[in-house]
């Protein structure tokens, strides 16, 4: 039976239980003079987990396993030349066994050997199909029986159903925790390799970025350089760029927006402003080096300055652009957070709505607004696209804004691009980057969060 059938019986099966139970529990109620303890909702939803949740279980458990038991018993039925093969040439055979099973490759055109094993995989396959089918009907069905069996008056279903609801809330929260912890330990390693060949040192206060080696001694670069100040420096410039732009321009948005703007220019521009922030960055970026780029290399020749095709200050425009709506909303957000008796409070004294929302609203709402401008700095430190197509790939240690750089994020991206061996420093620095740029990050998120927590402003 299909996946998709099993599973549609599964669902099928967990409502018909729900009514079942639920049933069940009035059923008992009339024949007892005490009240459920629970509503008779609970006990439908009692019986509805009993009879999803260990059929659900066992079919997960069997796909996880299934290709690997399948696999065993492929190998096991090999002759023994072919067991004494090397592993790479064993998943090849695999691989193909598997391709004439499924019918990508014609049986015809194979060994007689491959077409035999290609049988018995289907055989086996079917036998597995068959097998958890049944299993997993007769377990929720099992499971639905015994719960229905369980139910009286004084059963605590609510409870029950309440702490598996907990359970599986905190199995969800729990994903983001464990993700982040591989991620973290995933570049932990790889960039503790690198900096096993390459002194950290060299890395951090390098001047000089030059990561393409060579695969034999005597060939041109055999040695890179790889000093990571420049990326720092241009990631930093073209950051700044961006945060001059998206700050001011964002947060006077946001002002406008929460205090001065009429609720219709309000319902009309905040969700033209947001589109903003739904644009892909691969857009901004065709928008950077197509237009921005030679717009500012003609205002520079105009002004008999040397300005660069490919320029940080181009990347840093557009970059504060796309952050305008992530500034504006968070700002904007704040603004509106600030209570309402703070205004009419200002007002009373005689103050006008400009020194309200000078002398009031923004010192009332700056922690906030502090917060959301140390998140976009995070974004625009991340950001890849944008720098990728219009600044460069130049290593360039530089503070012009005219001239050509390259950032943190477009190395990583340029040093994993195609196939690499991840056993050579220059595949290993794109963890050690990504390490950097993972702290940095970390570091202002919880810069954010503490000041936002020790300068928050609480009313009644």
């Known amino acids: 039976m299909p996946d998709f059938a099993l599973v549609l019986i599964l669902l099928l099966l967990t409502t018909f239980s729900f009514f079942w139970g639920r049933r069940r529990s009035l059923v008992v109620s009339n024949g007892d003079t005490r009240k459920l303890n629970s509503l008779p909702g609970y006990y439908g939803y009692y019986v509805a987990l009993w009879c999803g949740i260990p059929a659900l279980l066992i079919f997960t458990f069997w796909h996880f396993f299934e290709s690997t038991v399948i696999t065993q018993f492929i190998i096991s039925s090999f002759s023994g030349d072919t067991t004494s093969l090397s592993k790479q040439q064993l998943n090849l055979v695999l691989n193909e066994i598997r391709n004439v099973a499924n019918g990508n490759i014609p049986a015809?055109?194979?060994?007689?050997?491959?077409?035999?094993?290609?049988?018995?995989?289907?055989?086996?396959?079917?036998?597995?199909?068959?097998?958890?089918?049944?299993?997993t009907i007769a377990l929720a069905m099992i499971g639905a029986t015994f719960a229905w069996s369980r139910i009286h008056t004084q059963q605590r279903a609510r409870n029950k159903v309440e702490r598996v609801i907990m359970v599986f809330l905190i199995l969800c929260a729990s994903i983001a925790i464990v993700t982040t912890l591989g991620i973290v330990l995933s570049v932990l390693?790889?960039?503790?390799?690198?900096?096993?060949?390459?002194?950290?040192?060299?890395?951090?206060?390098?001047?000089?970025?030059?990561?393409?080696?060579?695969?034999?001694?005597?060939?041109?670069?055999?040695?890179?350089?790889?000093?990571?100040?420049?990326?720092?420096?241009?990631?930093?410039?073209?950051?700044?760029?961006?945060?001059?732009?998206?700050?001011?321009?964002?947060?006077?948005?946001?002002?406008?927006?929460?205090?001065?703007?009429?609720?219709?220019?309000?319902?009309?521009?905040?969700?033209?402003?947001?589109?903003?922030?739904?644009?892909?960055?691969?857009?901004?970026?065709?928008?950077?080096?197509?237009?921005?780029?030679?717009?500012?290399?003609?205002?520079?020749?105009?002004?008999?300055?040397d300005v660069s095709s490919e320029s940080a200050l181009a990347a840093g425009l557009v970059m504060g652009i796309m952050i305008i709506p992530f500034v504006s909303s968070l700002s904007d957000d704040v603004i509106n957070a600030v209570p309402q008796s703070l205004r009419d409070g200002a007002y009373a004294l005689g103050a006008t709505q400009s020194e309200t929302v000078k002398k009031v609203i923004i010192p009332a709402a700056l922690p906030g607004i502090v917060g959301g401008i140390l998140l976009a700095v995070s974004r625009a430190i991340g950001e890849t696209m944008i720098v990728v197509m219009a600044a460069g790939l130049a290593a360039n240690l530089t503070a012009n804004p005219l001239e050509s750089v390259t950032t943190v994020t477009v190395q990583i991206v340029t040093l994993l691009v195609g196939d690499q061996e991840f056993d050579s420093p220059k595949t290993l620095a794109a963890f050690a980057l990504g390490l950097v740029l993972f702290i940095v990050t970390l570091i202002l998120n919880m810069i954010a969060l503490s000041v936002v927590r020790k300068y928050r402003e609480q009313y009644e």
């Open 189 to 305: 390693f790889e960039a503790i390799r690198f900096f096993q060949a390459v002194p950290i040192t060299n890395f951090l206060f390098g001047l000089e970025w030059s990561p393409q080696t060579a695969i034999r001694s005597d060939q041109v670069g055999s040695s890179g350089a790889f000093g990571a100040v420049p990326l720092f420096t241009g990631t930093l410039l073209v950051s700044a760029i961006a945060m001059t732009v998206a700050v001011p321009t964002g947060l006077m948005t946001a002002i406008y927006l929460s205090e001065y703007a009429t609720p219709r220019v309000r319902s009309l521009s905040k969700p033209l402003l947001e589109i903003l922030a739904g644009i892909p960055t691969v857009v901004y970026g065709f928008f950077a080096a197509l237009t921005v780029a030679p717009l500012i290399r003609g205002w520079g020749a105009s002004l008999g300055l």
């Open 108 to 135: 015809a055109n194979v060994a007689a050997e491959i077409s035999v094993a290609a049988d018995y995989y289907q055989e086996l396959q079917h036998i597995s199909s068959t097998a958890i089918t049944i299993i």
